[in-house]
Antibody
Framework: EVQLVESGGGLVQPGGSLTLSCAAS????????LQWVRQAPGKGLKYVSA????????YYANSVEGRFIVSRDNSKNILSLQMGSLRAEDTAVYFC???????????WGQGTLVAVSS | DIQMTQSPSSLSASVGDRVTITCRAS??????LNWYQQKPGKAPNLLIY???TLQTGVPSRFSGSGSGTDFTLTISSLQPEDFATYYC?????????FGQGTKVEIK
């Protein structure tokens, strides 16, 4: 069974940093691109970042470019998102998701909440 | 970036109704359009990929159509478990942008 489990969320002050992790199991991790998607409270889904199968290509939404860094460890089946210079508007549930060969997100984690507040 | 616009943003319908949600892309995305269902407090669930192909396990009352910039999700006979929020998503550009969502509520 494919599983994606996020961790690392929490309360952080504006300007602070946080690193999210997504532990994967039940599939060949290195065969799939991965994405981070976030959802602010009561709002819709927003693309955050993506990473290629071997990590050589990374992509970011304009709103997080230069502040967030996505990476992966194919030996440990872990996806990470380093978040810096956090702002109140980064407050959201962050989901990791697997990119299927059909260019859709076919499996999602349960999400982890990041709250940026003083 | 490719912008996705869904309509309506919400709708009220009864069990058994036929429901249609539309999604428009700001430029042609060919058929790289996906649909997701999300229930409160849960992760999104993939319903349809590449415009019209049902994900495994998705009931046949769901269908999708369109190409280029205009797309449609149809639920042929709304069931109680279908009350949820639906999102379209393009996967043609490098950044997989979403529509703003359509909340389907009970009338």
């Amino acid at each position: 069974e494919v599983q994606l489990v996020e961790s690392g969320g929490g309360l952080v002050q504006p300007g602070g940093s946080l690193t999210l992790s997504c532990a994967a199991s039940g599939f060949t991790f290195s065969n799939h691109a991965l994405q981070w998607v976030r959802q602010a409270p009561g709002k819709g889904l927003k693309y955050v970042s993506a990473i290629s199968t071997n990590g050589d290509k990374t992509y970011y939404a304009n709103s997080v470019e230069g502040r967030f860094i996505v990476s992966r460890d194919n030996s440990k089946n872990i996806l990470s998102l380093q978040m810096g210079s956090l702002r109140a508007e980064d407050t959201a549930v962050y989901f990791c998701a697997r990119v299927a060969p059909t260019y859709s997100l076919d499996h999602w984690g349960q999400g982890t909440l990041v709250a940026v507040s003083s | 970036d490719i912008q996705m616009t869904q309509s309506p943003s919400s709708l009220s319908a009864s069990v058994g109704d036929r429901v249609t949600i539309t999604c428009r892309a700001s430029e042609s995305i060919k058929r790289y359009l996906n649909w997701y269902q999300q229930k409160p407090g849960k992760a999104p669930n993939l319903l349809i990929y590449k415009t019209s192909t049902l994900q495994t396990g998705v009931p046949s009352r769901f269908s999708g159509s369109g190409s280029g910039t205009d797309f449609t999700l149809t639920i042929s006979s709304l069931q109680p478990e279908d009350f949820a929020t639906y999102y379209c998503q393009q996967s043609y550009g490098l950044l997989y942008s979403f529509g703003q969502g359509t909340k389907v509520e009970i009338k």
